[in-house]
Each structure stands twice: as C-alpha cells, then as structure tokens.
C-alpha cells in the first residue's frame, strides 16, 4: 500500500494528538509510510508530530525517511505575494 496520495497527513491548527492519532492509525492499516505536509507555524507542529509517533508511540518501528524543506509564493489581497516555508516529514516502518 506504499506510495499512495492519502498517505498524505496535511497539518494545521488542530492539536499535536490529533496529527499523531492520524499518523498512527495509518501506519497500523497496512501503509508502510506516511508523509507530513506543512506550511509556515504549523512547521513546528509536524516536526513534534513525527517526533511523538517516532519516540514514543512507535518506537523502533518508524523512522525518518526523508525531510524536504521549500517556499510558495501566495497571493494576498491587494495583488501582493508572500513567501511562505513549506516542510514534508516522510516516516517509514522499518523493516
């Protein structure tokens, strides 16, 4: 089941718990990764995402595969664009 759009947990204003639940109950349904998308202030909060489910729920069964870091333009009102930071934290069960 790898590989697959709905792997895909997006973060924003919900509470940490919640993000871990999700990453968890996804794990345990069979996919063998599970990626976190995050933009701006919510950047901290998937970062203590993946380190909830890594250390402390999952221990020794997920790992970091990959971090990628990045920026989006978007559109405010007015016609002025802002630059936001963008991260995607990929977990994977270890074999």
Known sequence: MSGRDDSVIYI???PVMNYVLAVVT???QGYDN??????GRSISTAVDVAEIVRCRFMKDIVDVEKIEIGSEDLA?????TR???TME????KMK
């Open 12 to 14: 924003g204003r919900k």
């Open 26 to 28: 996804q794990l345990n």
């Open 76 to 80: 405010e009102e007015g016609g002025r």
């Open 34 to 39: 599970c990626t976190l998308k995050a933009r």
């Open 83 to 85: 630059t936001v930071s």
């Open 89 to 92: 934290i990929t977990l994977i």
